[in-house]
C-alpha cells in the first residue's frame, strides 16, 4: 500500500523545520509499504491539491496530523481526502484530546475514518496492518494487555534513515545558490534544520502546557549511544551533499535530568559528533556551570527559554513559579560567554499582566546579551488546566478558537486589560524588538565577537521577524532587506574589507565558521 503522511501548515508562518513524528511514523511502517511525506510548510497545498495528489499517486492510506493551530486546515484538508474514498487517520495532540470532535461524535460532521491517541509508535503498525485488511477502527489507544495506557519506551528506539531520506523538500538553500555555495568553506549548498529527540515528558505542569498531560511527568530517555549514532548519521548527510545540518533538541526540556544531560554531551563531544543545535532549556537548570560549557563544547549555539514572564505573580498563576525573573540576566550572560545565544520567550495576557507589559519587558530585555526575544499570547489549549480553569470561570470568549484560527488573538479576557489592549502589547513586542534600530543594536552590542556571529545575529532576527510579521513573498523580503540595508552594507562592507577599527578587542579575527542562522519560526515553551 502507498502510504502518504501530511502536515498541514497553518497559513500563517512557515517553520521550515520538519516534523518528527512523519519521520518517525515512516521508520516504524511494517515492510512492504511506501510512505510519501508531505510538510505544508515546505509544499504547501490546498485541499483540492490534496485531493487530486493522492487519486494520482494512488494512495491507500493518509495520516495527518496537526497541533490545535493547524487542526482547521487539516479537518478541510481530511474532508477532502475522505471524499475521493480513501481513509484518513488522524493523531497528535489536537485529536487526541478531542477525539469525538474528529470523529463527529459531538454533534459536527466527522473529519478522519479513525484516530491515533496519544504517542502512536507502538499504534501505527497496526494500524497500517488494520487498513490493509479495510478494518480500521475509530480509536487506536496506547494500552497494555490490562488495558491500562502505556507509554512507549525509547529505548530501543527506530533508526531514522538520515542518509538515504528524501530531504529535498526541506532545504533552506534556494535551488540557484547550491552550485555556488556548495563551494563556500566545507560547503553550503544545503542547509537543514533536523529534529532530534533524546527523551519525552516533563514533570512541571506548567497551567498552559500540553505536554505533561501528552507524554507524562515522568520522562523517558533514548540511550546516548542512540543519539549519537543519529547526529553522526546527519553529519555524513551533509557532508556528503557539501551542506550543513544543524539539529533542534526537541526534548521540552533537555536538561531535565542534568546527570543525564551533561554524560549525553560528553559522549557526543567524545564521538566528534558535534552538529550545531538548539534546544529547550529551562532557566532554572542553566544555573550550572558545567552544563554550559558542555553545551558549548558539543555544539549548542541557541537555548530556547520559556521565560514566558518577568512578574512573579504571573509566575506563580501559570504553576511556572520555578522561573526566577531575578536571574534571567545571569543566566543569559553564563550562555552568551561561551557565545551560546538564546530564544527568550514571553506570553502577554496573564492575569496579573497591565497595559504597559511589552515596554516593560523589553525594558529589561535590553539590558541583556542580544538573543530572538519572541512575544505570544495566553491560549487556552484545549485539555490543558488553563482551559479548565478558564472554562469553569466563565472567561472564554472563543471556547472553540481553533475552528477558526487567527494568530495572536486571544480567546478568553484577561483580568486587568482588555483584549485589545493585549493585542496591542504583543505588537508592540514585536514592533519594537524588531525595528531596524533594534537590529542594528543586536549587531552592534556584538562588536567583540566575529563576524559570523554578527551576521548570524542579524539573519536569526530577520527570520524571527516573520513569526509576527509575515514574510511569505518575495516583496515582502525586498522590503524589510530595504530597511535594514545600513546593517546590511555594514556587515558586507566587513566581509570584504575587515573591520577598520575594532572598538574592545582587536584580536578578534573575522570568520564565517560559527555562522549558522536557525530558523526555528513559531514559539514553544520550556
Ligand atoms: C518542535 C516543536 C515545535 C516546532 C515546530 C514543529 C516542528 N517542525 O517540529 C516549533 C518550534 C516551530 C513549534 C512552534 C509552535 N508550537 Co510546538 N512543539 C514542538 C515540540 C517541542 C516537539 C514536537 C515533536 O516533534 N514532538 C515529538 C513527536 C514524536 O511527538 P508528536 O509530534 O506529538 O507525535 C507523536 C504523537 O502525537 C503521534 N502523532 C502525531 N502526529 C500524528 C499523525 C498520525 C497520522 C498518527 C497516527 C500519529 C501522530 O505519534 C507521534 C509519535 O508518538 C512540541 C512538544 C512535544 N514534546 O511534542 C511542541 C508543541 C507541539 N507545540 C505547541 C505549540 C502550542 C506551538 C506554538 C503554537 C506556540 C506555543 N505557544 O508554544 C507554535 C506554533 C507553530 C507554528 N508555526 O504554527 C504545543 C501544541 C499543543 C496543541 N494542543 O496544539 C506543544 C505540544 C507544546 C506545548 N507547549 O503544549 N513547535
Ligand atoms: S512549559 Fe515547558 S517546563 Fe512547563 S510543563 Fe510545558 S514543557 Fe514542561
Redesign the pocket.
Known amino acids: 500500500m502507498r502510504i502518504l503522511?501530511y502536515?498541514p501548515?497553518?497559513g500563517?508562518?512557515?517553520?521550515f523545520?520538519?516534523?518528527?513524528?512523519?519521520f518517525?511514523?515512516q521508520a516504524l511502517t511494517p515492510p512492504g509499504h511506501e510512505v510519501l511525506l508531505i510538510?505544508g510548510?515546505a509544499q504547501p497545498m490546498d485541499e483540492a491539491q490534496i485531493a487530486q495528489f493522492v487519486r494520482e499517486r494512488n494512495i491507500g492510506l493518509?495520516?495527518?496530523?496537526?497541533?490545535?493551530?493547524?487542526?482547521a486546515k487539516a479537518y478541510r484538508t481530511a474532508d477532502a481526502i475522505r471524499a475521493t474514498g480513501v481513509p484518513v487517520?488522524?493523531?497528535?495532540?489536537?485529536v487526541?484530546?478531542l477525539a469525538d470532535e474528529a470523529l463527529g461524535r459531538d454533534g459536527g460532521p466527522r473529519h478522519a475514518d479513525a484516530v491515533?491517541l496519544?504517542?502512536?509508535?507502538e499504534?501505527?503498525p497496526q494500524?497500517v496492518n488494520d487498513a490493509v485488511r479495510g478494518e480500521l477502527k475509530d480509536i487506536?489507544a496506547p494500552v497494555d494487555s490490562a488495558g491500562k495506557e502505556r507509554k512507549?519506551p525509547l529505548n530501543p528506539y527506530p533508526v531514522i534513515p538520515w542518509d538515504s531520506i528524501d530531504l529535498n523538500q526541506f532545504n533552506l538553500v534556494p535551488k540557484a545558490a547550491y552550485p555556488l555555495l556548495k563551494q563556500v568553506g566545507e560547503g553550503w549548498g544545503t542547509f537543514r534544520i533536523i529534529?532530534v529527540?533524546s527523551g519525552?515528558g516533563?514533570p512541571y505542569g506548567?497551567e498552559?502546557?500540553?505536554?505533561t498531560g501528552?507524554?507524562g511527568d515522568s520522562i523517558r530517555f533514548r540511550t546516548n549511544e542512540s543519539v549519537v549514532d543519529e547526529l553522526l548519521l546527519l553529519k555524513a548527510r551533509a557532508r556528503s551533499e557539501k551542506g550543513q545540518m544543524a539539529v533542534?533538541f526537541?526534548?521540552?526540556n533537555f536538561a531535565i535530568n542534568l546527570k543525564r544531560t551533561k554524560s549525553l554531551l560528553r559522549d557526543i563531544i567524545a564521538a566528534k559528533a558535534q552538529v550545531h543545535w538548539v534546544a529547550?532549556i529551562s532557566a532554572n537548570l542553566l544555573r550550572d556551570e558545567e552544563l554550559v560549557d558542555l553545551i558549548a563544547a558539543s555544539g549548542g549555539k541557541w537555548v530556547?527559554i520559556g521565560m514566558e514572564s518577568i512578574d512573579p505573580v504571573n509566575l506563580k498563576d501559570v504553576n511556572k513559579g520555578f522561573n526566577k525573573p531575578g536571574e534571567y540576566a545571569a543566566v543569559l550572560e553564563r550562555l552568551a560567554k561561551r557565545n551560546v545565544y538564546a530564544i527568550t520567550?514571553f506570553?502577554f495576557g496573564m492575569d496579573n499582566d497591565t497595559t504597559g507589559v511589552a515596554e516593560r519587558t523589553l525594558e529589561q530585555v535590553r539590558t541583556w546579551p542580544p538573543g530572538l526575544p519572541i512575544f505570544?499570547l495566553l491560549?487556552p489549549?484545549?485539555?490543558?488546566p488553563l482551559y479548565k480553569r478558564l472554562e469553569t470561570a466563565g472567561r472564554l470568549t472563543r471556547p472553540r478558537h481553533w475552528q477558526e484560527f487567527i494568530p495572536f488573538t486571544m480567546a478568553h479576557t484577561p483580568l486587568k486589560m482588555s483584549i485589545g489592549e493585549a493585542h496591542a502589547e504583543v505588537k508592540y513586542g514585536w514592533a519594537h524588538a524588531y525595528s531596524p534600530e533594534a537590529l542594528a543594536q543586536a549587531v552592534d552590542s556584538l562588536d567583540d565577537e566575529p563576524l559570523g556571529y554578527r551576521i548570524n545575529i542579524f539573519l536569526a532576527r530577520l527570520c524571527f521577524r516573520g513569526?509576527y510579521f509575515p514574510m511569505m513573498g518575495k516583496l515582502a523580503w525586498l522590503k524589510v532587506v530595504a530597511q535594514n540595508r545600513q546593517t546590511i552594507f555594514k556587515l558586507v562592507r566587513e566581509g570584504f574589507f575587515g573591520r577598520r577599527s575594532h572598538p574592545r578587542n582587536p584580536d578578534v579575527q573575522d570568520s564565517y565558521e560559527d555562522m549558522a542562522a536557525p530558523d526555528?519560526?513559531?514559539?514553544?515553551?520550556?
Open positions: 503522511l502536515n501548515d497553518n500563517v508562518t512557515r517553520n523545520m520538519p516534523h518528527l513524528w512523519m518517525l511514523l510538510d510548510n493518509v495520516g495527518i496530523g496537526a497541533m490545535t493551530r493547524m487542526i487517520v488522524m493523531g497528535g495532540p489536537h487526541t484530546e491515533a496519544g504517542e502512536a509508535d499504534t501505527w494500524i487506536y512507549p529534529p529527540e519525552r516533563c506548567c498552559f502546557c500540553t505536554v501528552f507524554f533542534f526537541i526534548d521540552d529547550q530556547f520567550s506570553i505570544g491560549t489549549l484545549p485539555a490543558t513569526i526555528v519560526s513559531g514559539e514553544v515553551s520550556a
